[in-house]
């Protein structure tokens, strides 16, 4: 189908105020919320201030004249079984009508002659995409310039354009998890803020429809197509440990990405009072120091009378050392082929 893109709108001053107050507040109850400081109203008015600021980013996009008269939506329930909204289509037959100055069909387009028509049953035209598809993946296997623009096409569709994955031949599949859900303080994370710019950066770049997405990329030098592969394939990465998981071996190859991409974990992440050791008991900071700076170290941690007072001596003797805590750190070579040993001890080969 045809489909017309809501249009950009400048919101108004008092529009554009009331926008960054209720996300002034929406930090402030999200904050109160999560040191577990607020009452017992504060989901209600977090849910408030959510509804206010989805009204008013409401206003800062509408379609033209042009699209309301034409096209129509989609009402459905999404993957999570929320209701969901696609706007802007337009039927195929009312795309080929001619159309007077009001936006009527016109006479001539009124009554129309039937003309003879090939028709295939639904089986055969199975048969005969079925060759089809055939015919494009030898061709595509044989083709790694276009391969690549058609997995970096797909790949995009699922994180550029959401609800767009379906205008891709290929069926492939990218999970994309949301992190920061798992963050205590996703503002402050340097790796998450700088992906999220990159993002913003490319946003600049790619076309405004998906369906013009593939011909743009076919006309990129292969240098921005890879960058666009990385990028795209960067969103499915996820190490994140959680109580409840059974992704134990591509937590673990994370660790061997990591090391291809020589990643400096210090570079990412800085232990303080506020990252971490706010969050943990009074021994692991002990230990952590330890770690970080050595057993005197230690013993002005354990010196302190309140684990307040701990946080921020640990806080002042770890800062500048580049000392992260375990589950950050890349883990070496070494470290998984131990691990590996210990896996093939458990299943042993068969005898031949």
Not at 302 to 321: P, Q, Y
Request: aromatic fraction near 6%; include cysteine; proline fraction near 5%.
């Amino acid at each position: 189908m045809k489909r017309h893109y809501p249009e950009a709108l400048p919101l108004s001053e008092e529009d554009q105020a009331a926008l960054d107050a209720a996300q002034a507040e929406y930090d402030e109850l999200a904050e109160l919320i999560e040191s577990g400081m607020a009452d017992d109203e504060a989901e209600a008015k977090l849910s408030d201030v959510e509804k206010r600021i989805d009204t008013l980013n409401a206003r800062s996009e509408a379609y033209s004249t042009e699209a309301l008269a034409q096209a129509g939506a989609f009402v459905f329930l999404d993957y999570y079984g929320r209701l969901a909204i696609e706007r802007g289509f337009v039927k195929p037959e009312a795309v080929g009508e001619d159309e007077d100055s009001e936006g009527l069909p016109s006479a001539s387009s009124a009554v129309k002659p039937k003309v003879p028509t090939i028709s295939h049953s639904a089986a055969l035209i199975e048969d005969l995409t079925a060759h089809k598809t055939a015919a494009l993946r030898i061709e595509l296997a044989n083709n790694p310039d276009v391969a690549l623009v058609a997995v970096v096409h797909a790949m995009l569709l699922s994180v550029a354009y959401p609800y767009n994955s379906e205008q891709s031949a290929l069926q492939l599949s990218l999970t994309h998890e949301r992190l920061e859900p798992s963050m205590k303080s996703a503002e402050s994370c340097r790796g998450l803020s700088a992906f999220n710019d990159l993002a913003e950066n490319y946003g600049h770049h790619l076309p405004g429809s998906p369906a013009d997405l593939f011909d743009w990329l076919l006309e990129q030098p292969q240098d921005m197509v890879l960058m666009l592969l990385a990028f795209g394939a960067a969103h499915s990465v996820n190490a994140v440990e959680k109580k409840f998981m059974d992704r134990k071996r591509g937590i673990e190859q994370a660790n061997q990405l990591g090391r291809a991409l020589e990643v400096h974990m210090p570079d990412w992440f800085e232990a303080t009072g506020d990252s971490y050791f706010k969050h943990v008991n009074r021994t692991t900071i002990e230990l952590s120091v330890a770690e970080a700076r050595g057993s005197d170290a230690e013993l002005s941690v354990r010196a302190a009378a309140k684990k307040s007072e701990a946080v921020t001596i640990a806080d002042r003797l770890v800062a500048g050392t580049g000392w992260i805590p375990s589950p950050l750190r890349i883990a070496p070579a070494e470290a998984e082929q131990e691990l590996g040993a210990e896996s093939d001890e458990q299943f042993p080969q068969a005898a031949e």
